[in-house]
């Protein structure tokens, strides 16, 4: 419909935009894939996926240094990951990346055939919407960090935005300010935990894209559409946490869960 050029342009919009935005890039894209016939395939979201890593990279290289940093020395002295910024913020990376990781491998069958379902995606949506007014109503905290508990936690909820609608950012920044971590604190302890979990399905859809076609030019179009709109995505959400304003993407969200659900039940299977 749009050529192969036009589809990787807006799939990568798609992918930069809700990538970061409250809003769920899996279930944003499956719906775009339903309703538009576009289709890029593991290789091609390889390469959006590499797009949006290196927004994040970009926009954050600053935090990322100081918890690599931190995190390295602290395998040297491990009191660090107590003593310094950086070691604790490795330390809520690394506890919540191990139930990430569970929750996802535990999902991952079923979800292959969730993204083929709008009722199954509009419910995902719901998710996200509860998530964001929670979070609306959530007490401001101060907190830097959230306890070894509160890692866990979000490392639950950031693994079970596999589930197509399921905003990741918005389930873990959601979660984190109900545990009493200051705004501008949660929105960069999800960037930070979303790099492993970001890289893992980079690594995941390589190893089982390996020996398949592969239109190299489109998908750089994507990718380089992905990175632009992502490092906006990621500017705009910190300014919009830090405002107190991150329910109000809920707006959004809402609507387009009764839309989804919707089209789901007029559209059986």
Avoid: C
Avoid at 136 to 146: A, I, N, T, V, Y
Avoid at 175 to 182: F, N, S, T
Avoid at 233 to 247: E, N, T, Y
């Amino acid at each position: 419909m749009f050529g192969p050029f036009g589809e990787a342009a807006i799939l990568g919009i798609v992918q930069g935009l809700t990538e970061f935005l409250p809003v769920s890039s899996d279930g944003h894209l499956a719906l775009a894939e339903i309703l538009f016939k576009m289709k890029g395939g593991l290789a091609f979201n390889v390469v959006l996926h590499a797009g949006t890593l290196l927004a994040t990279l970009i926009v954050l290289r600053a935090e990322i240094g100081r918890a690599l940093g931190g995190g390295l020395s602290a395998l040297l002295k491990p009191r660090r990951f107590r003593d310094t910024a950086g070691g604790r913020d490795a330390l809520v990376v690394v506890l919540a990346s191990v139930p990430t990781a569970l929750v996802g491998v535990f999902l991952r069958q079923p979800v292959e055939r969730w993204t083929e379902s709008p009722l199954a995606i509009g419910l995902g949506f719901l998710g996200t919407t509860a998530a964001l007014v929670l979070a609306h109503f959530s007490l401001r905290g101060d907190r830097e960090q959230p306890s070894l508990g509160g890692a866990l936690l979000l490392g639950v909820a950031q693994g079970l935005a596999v589930l197509p609608g399921l905003s990741r950012s918005g389930s873990t920044i959601a979660v984190a300010l109900w545990l009493g971590v200051r705004p501008q604190r949660a929105f960069e302890l999800s960037m930070l935990m979303s790099l492993p979990a970001i890289a893992g399905a980079i690594v995941l859809e390589a190893r089982e894209a390996l020996g398949s076609p592969f239109p190299w030019v489109p998908a750089l179009v994507g990718a380089g559409a992905a990175l632009a709109t992502g490092v906006l995505a990621l500017r705009a959400l910190r300014g919009v946490v830090a405002r107190g304003h991150f329910g109000w993407f809920a707006f959004w969200v809402g609507p387009l869960s009764l839309a989804t659900m919707a089209m789901g039940l007029a559209w059986p299977p």
